[in-house]
């Protein structure tokens, strides 16, 4: 296993349109998370999954924004409608959760650009 | 509300002496803590952690130190080297809050040869 893999690295987009990301995470980890991160500024937690369950949402998670896991495996982040302001990098990260803290590992991230 | 802070958004050190990169958190509920490296366009990369249980943790070159009555870690590295130049983040977590990361600003490292 080489890792947290995430896919498209880049997307341009047009206001409006609806994308889609894909992250695989490390296999046997049982802990997904999405995160975003703009210029200047750390990650910001967005959403968060246990084997399949969506366990949390951010409030930055507005209505437009969509997160899946199905069957606890990979997980797709979709924006719908995109705004300008939706342009960032895009970080998926996963965990094994067993005994107590356990450190995230990150993939390359989607660096999302809306025009 | 910042929860996180890295005061330095940056710190250049000659090669071979020691970078130390400071972060101060305000929740006394985190419990966990992490130092991450980002090259650009890439993720972040774990380099070490610490639990609220501990002071200190080494690995090789890096050491994190937990202060909990001050609310502070730092991270120091020993000796510097050219390829240390990165992006460096504080992050803080816990396991209630199902272990999502709260990320500090970053701290961008040069090391001069």
């Known amino acids: 296993d080489t890792g947290v893999s995430q896919d498209p690295r880049h997307k341009i987009t047009k206001r409006g349109q609806n994308v889609t990301f894909r992250c695989d995470p490390i296999?046997?980890?049982?802990?997904l998370y999405w995160y975003r991160q703009t210029l200047g500024q750390g990650p910001e937690f967005l959403t968060y999954?246990?084997?399949?369950?969506?366990?949390?949402k951010s409030r930055l998670l507005s209505d437009r924004f969509s997160a899946e896991r199905p069957k606890g495996s990979f997980s797709t982040l979709e924006i719908q409608r995109t705004e300008q302001g939706d342009s960032a990098m895009y970080l998926c990260a996963s965990s094994l959760i067993a005994l107590g803290d356990s450190e995230a590992f990150f993939g390359q991230g989607t660096r999302l650009t809306v025009v | 509300d910042q929860q996180v802070k890295q005061n330095s958004p940056s710190l250049s050190v000659q090669e071979g002496r020691i970078s130390i990169l400071n972060c101060d958190y305000t929740n006394s509920m985190f419990d966990y803590f992490l130092w991450y490296k980002k090259y650009p366009a890439e993720g972040p990369t774990f380099l070490i952690s610490?639990?609220?249980?501990?002071d200190k943790n080494e690995d090789g070159r890096f050491t994190v130190f937990l202060n909990k009555s001050a609310k502070h870690l730092s991270l120091h590295i020993v000796p510097s080297q050219p390829g240390d130049s990165a992006v460096y983040f504080c992050a803080a977590s816990r396991a209630l809050y199902g272990n999502k990361l709260v990320f500090g600003a970053g701290t961008i490292l040069r090391v001069k040869s």
């Open positions: 999954f246990q084997n399949e369950a969506q366990l949390e």
């Open positions: 296999s046997e980890h049982n802990r």
């Open positions: 610490i639990s609220s249980i501990k």
